[in-house]
């Protein structure tokens, strides 16, 4: 099983990034995936969520209205839109898989994860 996130970089305060997250050799005909993200010296948290159809989604509520998590048809790539980027914004962002019914919000459910990139955003 790979996936591998990319997009991360460095962003001013109010920017934009978009992460991608490319999937594949997951061994389930569908699952959900989700986005974490780990601040500097802190513990990782739930960003986003996107079920199998792409239809079902949910959202941190530090995140909510400001990013938006996709999914391609075929469902092997989801992206993360991340708008007016914030400094408490800054970690690793990590994308990952789960095969459970319903949107997963709690990391211990995700099965694979990816490698993480860097999202930094200051001025």
């Known amino acids: 099983v790979q996936l591998q996130a990319s997009g991360g970089g460095l962003a001013q305060p109010g920017g934009s990034l978009t992460l991608s997250c490319a999937v594949s050799g997951v061994p389930f005909n569908s699952y959900g995936m989700g986005w974490f993200r780990q601040p500097p010296g802190k513990a990782r948290e739930f960003v986003a969520a996107i079920e199998w159809s792409g239809l079902a989604l949910e959202y941190a509520d530090s995140v909510k209205g400001w990013f938006t998590a996709s999914r391609d048809p075929a469902g092997y790539v989801v992206c993360l839109q991340m708008d007016n980027l914030k400094p408490e914004d800054t970690a690793t962002y990590y994308c990952?898989?789960?095969?459970?019914?319903?949107?997963?919000?709690?990391?211990?459910?995700?099965?694979?994860w990816g490698q993480g990139t860097q999202v930094t955003v200051s001025s």
């Open positions: 990952a898989v789960e095969r459970r019914v319903g949107i997963q919000t709690n990391e211990s459910a995700y099965e694979y």
